[in-house]
């Protein structure tokens, strides 16, 4: 949970969680509700979108380095790290887990 990429995503259960006590606890009417959920699309469309083609990328780029020859200036650069985004459903997992945790702690107090 404290890297990024895997299953389930975070990132996604973080914002979800709190757009969903927000929404709970204000209602889906408040401002801070609305805002909570413009966060949370933002960070989904992010693990989902820029980030793993970002990690799709490095992936790339690091089979590039691994085929040059020694003597290459960048042959022995550490490969990048490619675990950087979300497929979708670890992005839906993650809302799902975050609603649930935010109804459960609802639910508790």
Known sequence: ??????MPSSHSATV????TAIGLQEG???????????LACVVMYDATGIRLHAGRQAELLNQI??????????????????????????????????CVVAFILRSST
């Open 1 to 6: 949970m404290l890297s990024s990429g895997g």
């Open 16 to 19: 979800t969680a709190l757009a």
């Open 28 to 38: 889906v009417g408040a401002a801070s509700f609305a805002i909570a959920v413009v």
């Open 65 to 98: 380095v691994c085929e040059l020859p020694p003597e290459h200036p960048v042959a022995n650069v550490r490969p990048l790290r490619d675990s950087l985004g979300h497929t979708p459903l670890q992005v839906t997992a993650g809302a799902l887990f975050g």
